[in-house]
């Protein structure tokens, strides 16, 4: 197939226009502050951003989720550097090096080194993004409704993968974020259902205001229950860029971690925080001097990083293509995008190509803003950190309540939101995963309205969802997704349990010298 | 935790016996043999499913994870409770207040709540949180908050 360089070249063309630009800079400057905010993760940070997209065109709200995107994957490292808590699950990894490498007096170096992993991470994954679009593009075949419903089967299938420590939990969740898209009036025959008599309710549950309230108020009422300053490594932050040896010495891992990262991110289901680990474990493992990590090796940190930032580009592939994220923070960008009016999935690659190469070129763009703002900020964003959480939390509880509000002014919807949050905070207390909901909502709808409508043109015989071959392989994928899912979960489990441990060894080293109060 | 999947199981039974109780009610489609009811019933079936599963582990002592039971007099509970208690006093004030004087109140009994007990940061970090929040959303995105009390003054 042709490359088709016309376009793509348009299509950054088009986002060099100073209103995209501006939010590309918005969005990355905020993404990299949410990052950084202890207690504020990613995927909470663009739920609650998401509002301020509401008024602006599709392509410009766009730009500035993709800046939100990269940049709260960077900003994780910050707080991961500098006080030993990972801004998102994806920067954990880097906590095992950046931290003792600050507490060596190396905070800079650390920094800076994050900041270019990620750059270089981003780049390779928004290039191979770029470049596997055609291939893409050329399987946008003719999608219907049989097509569609298996998509949506697969993509659900994918819960297995991101549902935490229990399977029927996971199971659970899903199920019940699926009865939960079926309120409100019936895709064919326009019945209400479940509405309790509620106008309100005849659309069934708002998304937004719901999407906050699971991943944004349950986390501020989870957080108020902590208590305790952190403390910041005081050290200097006078590096910018990293030295031209310690780019040297790390290449070879930002090649292999990058090519890790995107391929990882490709895959449907895979989160970032995964790609980091492997793409950690394997830069250990290919190490000379394995010994060194955990006490600060560069070369883990950047590896980690650029994983990261790789996967980040890399899983807009399967979002964009399939409709299916691959962890918590794509998933509520997806659902930007559906609040947009843009519904990801191959007819998007077949219809508006144009669009998804304007993704691309703000992904790219977005990468260079994070290099640039994440220079000239270095000493800001070290402050992020230490904002009094006394302040910090209740607020980001009133911007839940005004996000959810803003987009309807229905104050029916901060009683969504109010709903949700409580619900999801129970429910992370008691171990279920959020996630499962969130997909259930996006790809639920989807799943019915298109069984439904294969129901009406074969006139109610079931045959037809074993009539079509592209339909039928969907379906074996996502009972294969399942399987492996299963059987890979024991080993992941295994894996986290390793890396706790690991985690609180060096939480204790850091005790014995009383210089963290912690108290859960 | 295992008393917990066990109430965890009952509220996903209970959920999903009244899905279906509500899903029988709903009229049914002689042409597509499937109508409103089907995708409900058929999800709520599986609720159920999962939640006995649940529930059978629970009673197998197979339940996974630990969790800290509830304890009245642990402040960090104390602290969630009552948040959760403000934040709806906050959600309902809301509209017959209006966003600016209801979120300035939220936000000083928050902070001082959290142990903020500064009266210079009690009194300026919350009127400036919440004019800037609302200035940002009523005058650069020209989305609106709900006026209550003040509506005849901004």
Same mark, same amino acid.
């Given at each position: 197939m042709?490359?088709?360089w016309d376009?793509?070249?348009?299509?950054?063309?088009?986002?060099?226009?100073?209103?995209?630009?501006?939010?590309?800079?918005?969005?990355?400057?905020?993404?990299?502050?949410?990052?950084a905010?202890?207690?504020?993760?990613?995927?909470?940070?663009?739920?609650?951003?998401?509002?301020?997209?509401?008024?602006?065109?599709?392509?410009?709200?766009?730009?500035?989720l993709m800046?939100?995107?990269?940049?709260?994957?960077?900003?994780?490292?910050?707080?991961?550097?500098?006080?030993?808590?990972?801004?998102?699950?994806?920067?954990?990894?880097?906590?095992?090096?950046?931290?003792?490498?600050?507490?060596?007096?190396?905070?800079?170096?650390?920094?800076?080194?994050?900041?270019?992993?990620?750059?270089?991470?981003?780049?390779?994954?928004?290039?191979?993004?770029?470049?596997?679009?055609?291939?893409?593009?050329?399987?946008?075949?003719?999608?219907?409704?049989?097509?569609?419903?298996? =998509?949506?089967?697969?993509?659900?299938?994918?819960v297995?993968?991101?549902s935490?420590?229990?399977?029927?939990?996971?199971?659970m969740?899903?199920?019940?974020?699926?009865?939960?898209?079926?309120m409100?009036?019936?895709?064919?025959?326009?019945?209400?259902?479940?509405?309790?008599?509620?106008?309100?309710?005849?659309?069934?549950?708002?998304?937004?205001?719901?999407?906050i309230?699971?991943?944004?108020?349950?986390e501020?009422?989870?957080?108020?229950?902590?208590?305790?300053?952190?403390?910041?490594?005081?050290?200097?932050?006078?590096?910018?860029?990293?030295?031209?040896?310690?780019?040297?010495?790390?290449?070879?891992?930002?090649i292999?971690?990058?090519?890790?990262?995107?391929?990882?991110?490709?895959?449907?289901?895979?989160?970032c925080?995964?790609?980091?680990?492997?793409?950690?474990?394997?830069?250990?493992?290919?190490?000379?001097?394995?010994?060194?990590?955990?006490?600060?090796?560069?070369?883990?940190?950047?590896?980690?990083?650029?994983?990261?930032?790789?996967?980040?580009?890399?899983?807009?592939?399967?979002?964009?293509?399939?409709?299916?994220?691959?962890?918590?923070?794509?998933?509520?960008?997806?659902?930007?995008?559906?609040?947009?009016?843009?519904?990801p999935?191959?007819?998007?690659?077949?219809?508006?190509?144009?669009?998804?190469?304007?993704?691309?070129?703000?992904?790219?763009?977005?990468?260079f803003?994070?290099?640039?703002?994440?220079?000239?900020?270095?000493?800001?964003?070290?402050?992020?950190?230490?904002?009094?959480?006394?302040?910090?939390?209740?607020?980001?509880f009133?911007?839940?309540?005004?996000?959810?509000?803003?987009?309807?002014?229905?104050?029916?919807?901060?009683?969504?939101?109010?709903?949700f949050?409580?619900?999801?905070?129970?429910?992370?207390?008691?171990?279920?995963?959020?996630?499962?909901?969130?997909?259930?909502?996006?790809?639920?709808?989807?799943?019915?309205?298109?069984?439904?409508?294969?129901?009406?043109?074969?006139?109610?015989?079931?045959?037809?969802?074993?009539?079509?071959?592209?339909?039928?392989?969907?379906?074996v =994928?996502?009972?294969?997704?399942?399987?492996?899912?299963?059987?890979?979960?024991?080993?992941?489990?295994?894996?986290l349990?390793?890396?706790?441990?690991? =985690?609180?060894?060096?939480?204790?080293?850091?005790?014995?010298?009383?210089?963290?109060?912690?108290?859960? | 935790?295992?008393?917990?999947?066990?109430?965890?199981?009952?509220?996903?039974?209970?959920?999903?016996?009244?899905?279906?109780?509500?899903?029988?009610?709903?009229p049914?489609?002689?042409?597509?043999?499937?109508?409103?009811?089907?995708?409900?019933?058929?999800?709520?079936?599986?609720?159920?499913?999962f939640?006995?599963?649940?529930?059978?582990?629970?009673?197998?002592?197979?339940?996974?994870?630990?969790?800290t039971?509830?304890?009245?007099?642990?402040?960090?509970?104390?602290?969630?409770?009552?948040?959760?208690?403000?934040?709806?006093?906050?959600?309902?004030?809301?509209?017959?207040?209006?966003?600016?004087?209801?979120?300035?109140?939220?936000?000083?009994?928050?902070?001082?709540?959290?142990?903020?007990?500064?009266?210079?940061?009690?009194?300026?970090?919350?009127?400036?949180?919440?004019?800037?929040?609302?200035? =940002?959303?009523?005058?650069?995105?020209?989305?609106?908050?709900?006026?209550?009390?003040?509506?005849?003054?901004?």
């Open positions: 042709d490359f088709n376009l793509l070249i348009s299509s950054y063309a088009a986002v060099f226009n100073f209103d995209i630009l501006l939010m590309i800079v918005i969005g990355t400057t905020a993404g990299i502050a949410g990052g905010l202890p207690g504020l993760t990613a995927t909470m940070g663009i739920a609650l951003l998401v509002p301020l997209t509401f008024g602006r065109p599709p392509v410009e709200s766009i730009a500035m800046g939100i995107y990269c940049g709260a994957m960077y900003g994780g490292a910050i707080s991961a550097i500098l006080i030993r808590t990972p801004g998102t699950p994806a920067a954990a990894a880097t906590v095992m090096e950046g931290y003792p490498m600050a507490r060596r007096g190396e905070a800079g170096r650390a920094m800076a080194m994050a900041l270019f992993a990620s750059f270089f991470g981003g780049v390779f994954g928004a290039l191979v993004m770029t470049f596997a679009s055609p291939i893409i593009s050329s399987f946008a075949l003719e999608f219907g409704p049989v097509e569609y419903f298996a =998509l949506a089967i697969f993509g659900l299938s994918v297995v993968s991101i935490g420590r229990s399977l029927i939990k996971g199971m969740a899903a199920f019940f974020g699926l009865l939960i898209c079926t409100g009036f019936d895709p064919i025959s326009g019945f209400p259902r479940y509405t309790f008599g509620l106008v309100e309710m005849m659309e069934g549950p708002p998304f937004i205001p719901t999407l309230g699971l991943f944004a108020v349950a501020v009422f989870n957080e108020v229950q902590k208590s305790g300053q952190v403390k910041q490594i005081k050290a200097k932050l006078d590096q910018y860029l990293p030295s031209w040896s310690d780019i040297k010495y790390c290449f070879k891992e930002l292999r971690s990058s090519v890790i990262g995107s391929f990882m991110g490709a895959i449907p289901g895979v989160g925080d995964i790609a980091a680990f492997i793409a950690y474990g394997e830069a250990k493992r290919a190490s000379k001097r394995p010994e060194e990590y955990g006490n600060g090796a560069i070369e883990g940190l950047a590896a980690s990083e650029c994983a990261n930032n790789a996967c980040s580009c890399g899983s807009m592939i399967p979002l964009l293509s399939l409709g299916v994220p691959g962890d918590a923070a794509t998933a509520v960008l997806l659902g930007a995008f559906v609040i947009q009016g843009l519904q999935g191959p007819m998007m690659y077949k219809d508006n190509i144009d669009i998804v190469y304007q993704i691309l070129a703000s992904i790219m763009l977005a990468q803003a994070m290099q640039i703002i994440g220079m000239a900020g270095i000493q800001l964003f070290a402050r992020v950190v230490l904002v009094d959480r006394k302040i910090l939390t209740p607020t980001i009133v911007l839940c309540m005004v996000g959810a509000y803003a987009m309807r002014s229905n104050i029916f919807d901060v009683y969504t939101t109010l709903f949050g409580i619900t999801g905070y129970m429910m992370m207390r008691y171990d279920f995963p959020l996630s499962p909901i969130l997909l259930a909502m996006i790809l639920g709808p989807m799943a019915e309205a298109n069984l439904r409508r294969a129901m009406v043109i074969s006139s109610g015989d079931p045959a037809i969802l074993v009539s079509r071959p592209l339909a039928v392989i969907l379906m =994928l996502a009972v294969l997704s399942m399987i492996f899912a299963v059987r890979g979960h024991r080993k992941v489990e295994a894996r349990a390793a890396l706790g441990e690991q =985690l609180a060894n060096i939480t204790e080293g850091e005790d014995e010298e009383g210089e963290e109060e912690k108290e859960d | 935790m295992k008393k917990a999947d066990i109430i965890a199981g009952i509220i996903g039974i209970l959920i999903g016996t009244y899905a279906i109780v509500e899903g029988t009610r709903m049914t489609d002689a042409i597509m043999k499937i109508g409103p009811s089907f995708f409900p019933i058929l999800l709520a079936s599986f609720l159920i499913l939640s006995v599963i649940l529930i059978l582990n629970a009673f197998l002592g197979r339940s996974k994870g630990e969790v039971p509830w304890n009245i007099a642990d402040k960090g509970v104390q602290r969630g409770l009552i948040t959760l208690i403000a934040g709806t006093v906050y959600c309902v004030l809301m509209a017959p207040l209006g966003f600016i004087i209801s979120s300035i109140l939220f936000l000083v009994y928050m902070m001082w709540m959290l142990g903020n007990r500064k009266p210079l940061t009690l009194a300026t970090a919350p009127p400036i949180i919440t004019i800037s929040t609302w200035l =940002l959303f009523e005058k650069v995105l020209n989305l609106s908050l709900p006026p209550g009390l003040l509506e005849n003054l901004i």
